[in-house]
C-alpha cells in the first residue's frame, strides 16, 4: 500500500551545520512530494515542493533532491540556525485522472533539533 | 484573516460528549481539509471539501465523526461519543482549488479523559 517513512525519527546539528533530513516512500506512482516543517503548537508550514520530472529543487537554504530509482526524497537545510528547530514531514501524492489526487500521505515525521 | 483560523485551540472532554470543532479558511480558497494527527505521528487525512461537490469522507474513522462546511467557508468538524483512542490534533488546511501546497491552521488539541 502507499506510505511514507523517515530513516531518522530524530536529528541533532549543531548551529551553523547543514542539516540533512531522509525520507523513502513506497509509492512508485506518485509524482509529487512537499515537505512541512512543523514548530510545536503550530501546524505543518510548506517548505518547498517537487514533482517527479524533477531531480532537485532549490530554495531559500533548502534544497529537496529526489530520487525516483530507489524512491527516496530527501531535504537540506544550509547553514542551520536554531529557529529551524522542529518536526520535518514529507508528503507524497499521485495525482493524474480519478483518485483522490488532493490527498496528501505524511510520514511520521523527524524532528530537527539544532544546538548553539 | 491572513491564515487558517481553527478553534477552541484545546478542548479536554469527557468520553462519551460530544464535541464540535471549528476551521475558518482562508477567504476565497475553495478546497478545506481535516487531518488527524496523533502523539509522534503523521498525519492522516479525514475529509475533503471542494467548492459545492459532495466531500470525500473517506477518511473519517467511524461514523461517530462527521464534518459540515456552510456556505463554502466555515468548516466544523463533530466528533459523537467521544471516545480516548479520539485525543489528538485535529489539523484543518485550506487551499486555492486543489493546490497541494496547501495553508494548516494550529489545529485544536482533544482530550478525552
Known amino acids: 500500500g502507499e506510505s511514507v517513512g523517515l530513516h531518522l525519527p530524530t536529528l541533532s546539528v549543531q548551529e551553523g551545520d547543514n542539516s540533512i533530513i531522509n525520507c523513502a516512500y513506497s509509492n512508485s506512482a506518485s509524482d509529487y512530494f512537499i515537505w512541512y516543517k512543523q514548530e510545536s503548537g503550530k501546524g505543518p508550514q510548506f517548505i518547498i515542493d517537487?514533482?517527479?520530472?524533477?531531480d532537485k529543487r532549490q530554495g531559500q537554504r533548502v534544497t529537496v533532491l529526489l530520487n525516483k530509482t530507489v524512491k527516496h526524497l530527501s531535504l537540506q537545510i544550509a547553514a542551520t540556525q536554531p529557529g529551524d528547530s522542529a518536526v520535518y514531514f514529507c508528503a507524497e501524492n499521485k495525482s493524474g485522472s480519478g483518485g483522490s489526487n488532493y490527498k496528501l500521505t505524511f510520514g511520521k515525521g523527524t524532528l530537527l533539533t539544532v544546538n548553539p | 484573516g491572513a491564515g487558517v483560523s481553527q478553534s477552541p485551540s484545546n478542548k479536554v472532554t469527557e468520553k462519551g460528549k460530544d464535541v464540535e470543532l471549528r476551521c475558518d479558511p482562508i477567504s476565497g480558497h475553495t478546497a478545506l481539509y481535516w487531518y488527524r494527527q496523533s502523539l509522534g505521528q503523521g498525519l492522516e487525512f479525514l475529509i475533503y471539501f471542494q467548492g459545492n461537490s459532495a466531500p470525500d469522507k473517506s477518511g473519517l474513522p467511524s461514523d461517530r465523526f462527521s464534518a459540515e462546511r456552510t456556505g463554502g467557508s466555515v468548516s466544523t468538524l463533530t466528533i459523537q461519543r467521544t471516545q480516548q483512542e479520539d485525543s489528538a490534533v485535529y489539523l484543518c488546511?485550506?487551499?486555492?482549488?486543489?493546490?497541494?501546497?496547501?495553508?494548516f491552521g494550529s489545529g485544536t488539541r482533544l482530550t478525552v479523559v
Open positions: 488546511a485550506s487551499s486555492y482549488n486543489r493546490d497541494l501546497g496547501y495553508t
Open positions: 517537487i514533482r517527479s520530472n524533477m
